[in-house]
């Protein structure tokens, strides 16, 4: 080959692998079928009222011919069928004279048959852009869509205004909240049970714990049921999950309907119906209201990144090539280990993420939400979720689950968001009970050191070396759904039981023993110490241990610690009020924590100037104090932790008399004892808190 024209091909190639480097850099996934990009539409989707009628609208721009299908009844399987338009955007219409409400209806849909495409007209789907739907209690998860008057009587009411700095968050199931007897609730396991008052669990305990947010996982309508298990007559073979079930909730179907399961009639008896009033719109709405005149902001946990696996759902039937990242042959990628990817960068899948987040900010007065593997959502979808969010409340609390590759530490910071911190959750507790302990434990984990520790309290800023730019940004936190409790973690790494451990006597196994009680109580203070915002996980409060339950599934792990409860609806999962009883010193420990943390600005509001460390002999002695110049307290807090589980740590203290608020047995906003100066003593595994 001649070397003029060798090295023009080279150049060639080098340039379109920049271009291809570029743009798959851009998305972090590339799009082996550019041409979906060009559709895109602004006309009202789903279906809308217009000069008195109803207009159905469906964007599919692969589909060769869409039928619109209503039903009177919501388990009908014959219904009138009308051929719908489609216009050159690639939406599908029809038109239906008056204001329909009550009609149920779905979609057939044809078009090509080959791997990026799964359209079936022998199946009727349900409207993605669906306000309700009724379901059918199988893996396929049948729906149909309900037309509904979504109109509500609010009372006046509208967002929390907290500021994020405020709020102490309590991540929560809807159903495990009540689901468990000890609750008293007469609803149990629905949203009106949640906000029941006058009950031992729900609203009046979170009252009582003095939280002022709930963060909700997820309550879009998701597919709960999995194929059964290890039947082989299945479409799908189910040989993992022995429950089939997912409880967690974190398989969306609808972007825009509420979970029907957790509504008054919910069930999940086999081949039965939920929701097919579609009182969940109303009852969802009635939750929210009665934690606003509460005082208690809702957040929700969505998953936009990618849908339910096993189902009949919408993306997929309607136009999987379009809403999906797909290989070269149309097979599902699946960066989210969760079966497919939903694919953001599209215009119409961008659109319709912005109009759920906005729509459930306006019809349900939700404050703010956690995106589930947020980093799967595309950069640009990033930027416009929370700039549209803001326009509608600017108070709105945009939050992420931050993790993935090739992301620069503080990618979420600089567009606004705030996220999870797995910095603090892993430097303070540790990252794994049976070998990876942390500081609380009087250890060191992977790369932590005094001096993280430190950045932690600070609010694990990027002027530290950390990943925020600023403290709001920073969600701290110990425990979530994901994993093993924090009350299991500090039993595991305690060394009190092992993973192969079988529990049969509960109440002795939930109750801490002296020095596990110490370093939950030091990892509570540790938490309510640091700047940033604090979130809790539901029962992390008492030390709540998952043991898995005793049922029918052919479980062989029945009586064993559970670091993965995702798929069990039953007592694994629901919070036994009656274990808050056996551990209450904690409970309390927690509660009067959080009133300090209100009560004290400082704790919260501060500038990392005004943040002053002190000396110590001990890696494991942290000491600080809090100038209240910069929050507005009217006064200095001290704070001093050994985490040190053998030794005695002294602190020499600045000058002034500090009274004590906070010691190993105590705390909150009352004086326990006045006139300590010069030099503390510290006990092993103890944390104080004095002020002056």
Not at 36 to 49: A, H, I, Q, R
Not at 450 to 459: H, L, N
Not at 462 to 489: A, Q, R
């Amino acid at each position: 080959m001649p070397i003029k024209l060798f090295f023009l091909i080279t150049i060639q190639l080098v340039f379109v692998g920049l271009l291809v480097y570029n743009a798959q850099t851009q998305s972090r996934y590339p799009d082996y079928f550019p041409e979906m990009n060009k559709y895109f539409s602004t006309k009202p989707l789903g279906v809308n009222f217009e000069n008195g009628n109803t207009v159905f609208r469906l964007f599919a721009p692969n589909a060769f011919a869409v039928t619109l299908v209503t039903f009177t009844n919501h388990d009908d399987s014959v219904g009138l069928e009308y051929s719908m338009k489609q216009d050159d955007e690639g939406v599908w219409e029809y038109t239906l004279p008056g204001e329909r409400y009550g009609l149920y209806y779905g979609y057939r849909l044809n078009g090509p048959r080959n791997k990026a495409s799964m359209f079936d007209p022998s199946r009727i789907i349900a409207d993605p852009y669906s306000k309700a739907v009724v379901t059918k209690n199988n893996y396929l998860h049948p729906a149909k869509s309900i037309i509904i008057d979504t109109n509500y009587d609010w009372e006046g009411d509208t967002w929390i205004k907290t500021p994020i700095r405020d709020l102490v968050i309590y991540e929560m199931h809807v159903r495990n909240m009540t689901a468990h007897p000890s609750s008293g609730a007469k609803q149990p396991g629905t949203y009106l049970g949640l906000v029941e008052e006058g009950r031992t669990g729900g609203i009046d305990y979170l009252i009582d714990l003095r939280v002022n947010a709930v963060e909700l996982l997820p309550c879009h309508e998701f597919s709960n049921i999995e194929a059964p298990f290890d039947d082989s007559t299945a479409l799908t073979f189910n040989g993992w999950n022995h429950y089939a079930q997912n409880h967690w909730g974190y398989m969306t179907s609808y972007f825009f309907a509420p979970e029907s399961y957790y509504a008054s009639g919910g069930n999940l008896i086999p081949d039965s119906y939920c929701g097919f009033h579609g009182q969940q719109v109303k009852e969802f709405k009635d939750m929210v209201k009665a934690f606003h005149k509460k005082g208690i902001a809702v957040l929700m946990d969505v998953v936009y990144n990618h849908v339910s696996n096993y189902d009949l759902n919408p993306f997929k039937y309607i136009d999987k090539k379009y809403y999906f990242r797909l290989d070269s042959k149309g097979n599902f990628l699946a960066k989210s280990g969760c079966g497919n990817d939903f694919m953001t960068e599209r215009p119409m899948a961008r659109r319709m993420i912005i109009e759920s987040v906005k729509y459930w900010m306006t019809q349900y007065h939700i404050d703010g939400f956690r995106f589930d593997l947020a980093y799967l959502l595309d950069e640009e979808t990033c930027k416009e979720v929370i700039k549209e969010a803001r326009k509608i409340n600017p108070n709105v609390y945009i939050i992420a689950e931050p993790w993935g590759d090739g992301y620069a530490p503080d990618y979420f910071s600089r567009m606004g968001w705030s996220a999870w911190n797995d910095k603090i959750r892993n430097g303070v507790k540790g990252q794994n009970p049976f070998d990876n302990l942390g500081f609380i434990f009087g250890k060191w984990e992977r790369d932590n050191n005094p001096e993280t520790i430190k950045r932690y309290v600070s609010g694990t800023l990027v002027k530290d070396g950390g990943i925020f730019l600023k403290p709001e940004h920073s969600i701290n936190y110990l425990e979530s759904h994901d994993d093993h409790t924090f009350g299991d973690f500090v039993r595991i790494g305690s060394g009190a039981v092992k993973a192969e451990d079988h529990i049969t006597d509960m109440a002795s196994h939930v109750r801490l023993t002296e020095q596990q009680m110490k370093i939950s109580k030091l990892g509570a203070l540790f938490l309510m110490v640091s700047q940033g915002v604090v979130m809790i996980s539901e029962g992390q409060e008492f030390a709540r241990s998952k043991v898995i339950a005793k049922t029918d599934a052919p479980d062989p792990h029945q009586g064993q610690i559970d670091h993965n409860s995702y798929n069990k609806d039953n007592e694994t999962n629901w919070i036994n009020y009656e274990h808050r009883e056996i551990n209450r010193e904690l409970f309390d420990y927690y509660k009067a924590l959080i009133s300090l943390r209100k009560a004290h600005p400082a704790l919260r509001q501060s500038q990392r100037k005004d943040i002053h460390f002190l000396k110590c002999n001990n890696e494991f002695g942290l000491g600080f104090w809090i100038d209240k110049k910069s929050s507005g307290d009217s006064h200095d807090i001290l704070v001093l932790m050994n985490a040190d589980p053998k030794y005695i740590v002294k602190f020499k203290i600045p000058s002034g008399k500090w009274s004590l608020l906070v010691d190993g047995a105590r705390s909150g906003v009352n004086i326990l004892e006045d006139g300590f100066s010069n030099e503390i003593e510290v006990p092993p595994t103890t944390g104080l808190v004095l002020m002056k």
